[in-house]
């Protein structure tokens, strides 16, 4: 079977030849917004996207995707934004069995 990719991937950067980190505008679980120049923004290595507060009272720094730690998202600058715009799809997944928080939840990030 073949498959076409038809949608050009959203951290793409034509102007740069380069991906790019992804900049979700809103939490994965409840849906807060995190706009670009949001200090709240927590992503994983994957770019899962989530409050701060979701971060550290529900997930407990563990990725519910992935299991690995969360570090503040880096703001694009303004000038940026045009040429590499935020990601324009939302995506909100709601936690609900977390598979990894009981594996993770009491082993430090970088040493899971
Ligand atoms: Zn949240
Ligand atoms: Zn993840």
Redesign the pocket.
């Known amino acids: 079977m073949v498959l076409l990719l038809i949608e050009p991937l959203d951290n793409f950067s034509p102007a740069k030849n380069i991906l790019m980190l992804q900049i979700r505008l809103t939490c994965e679980n409840c849906d807060k917004a995190l706009p670009n120049d949001s200090s709240e923004a927590m ?6 996207t989530y409050c701060q507060d979701c971060v550290q009272d529900i997930l407990l720094n563990v ?6 730690g ?1 570090e503040k998202r880096p703001t694009r600058p303004y000038a940026d934004l045009s040429r590499n715009p935020p990601r324009k799809d939302k995506v909100f997944k709601p936690v609900k069995i977390n598979k990894y928080l009981k594996k993770n939840k009491d082993i430090p990030p970088r040493e899971r």
């Open positions: 992503i994983c290595s994957y770019e899962c990725c519910p995707n992935c299991g690995g969360f």
